[in-house]
Structures are given as C-alpha cells and as structure tokens.
C-alpha cells in the first residue's frame, strides 16, 4: 500500500470505558488518544506481536504491567510520563482520575489476548 502526501481523516471509535480517537493509521504503525474515564479500566491483557508507548496528556492513569509468568506491579503516571509496552507484557489501563493519553504502536489491531476484562470481553 503506497500512497504519497495526503490530508487523514481520524475515526472516533466507542469503548465501554471512554472512546479511541485513531489519528494516524498506516501499514508501519497507528496512532490513538485514549480518553479513559475516572474509574473505567481496560481489560488486562497482552499482544503476541503489537509493540506500542504511551504518554499521558492529561489526568492519571493506573498501569498493572507483568512479564509473561511475573508478578503484576503498578505503576501510576501523570501528565508528561511515557511507558513502553513491548509484546507479551500483560498490561492493563485504569484512569484514577479522567485521563487521556496518546499511544504509538505497530498496526495489529486484531492482535489482543484478553485475560481478564470487567464488560464481559475476555478471550480473544
């Protein structure tokens, strides 16, 4: 897919704990805003193969990240703080305050393994 120099419509897309505003979406990699809602989380989960960053614009943000078989730790990060996620980290998202966060990844979208996830969306 080649294609030159062009204007790029984002998409707003509904979650059941805010929404994802994809900005940027290309064959190389995707770029989103997050907006998490106060006490909304993401589901706990890993990518067998989508390597992404984030950074928080705005509010704070809860990280539980854990290698493959490791313990879970927390992380909690504010405005101007980035982390990396690499594949097979298990990670979930919860916003202690209303928060949003940009986040830069590869493109596999379809690329989510859901451990544990409060609306009924575990599995892949």
Known sequence: MSR????????RVDKPWGYEFIWAETEHYVGKLLHIERDQQLSYQYHERKDETIHVLSGRVLLEVAEANGPRRR???GVGQSFHI???VRHRMTGTETCELLEVSTPESDDVVRLEDRYGRAGK
Request: charged fraction near 20%.
């Open 4 to 11: 030159g120099a062009e204007l790029v419509q984002g998409r």
């Open 86 to 88: 690499p594949p097979g």
């Open 75 to 77: 992380v909690e990060l």
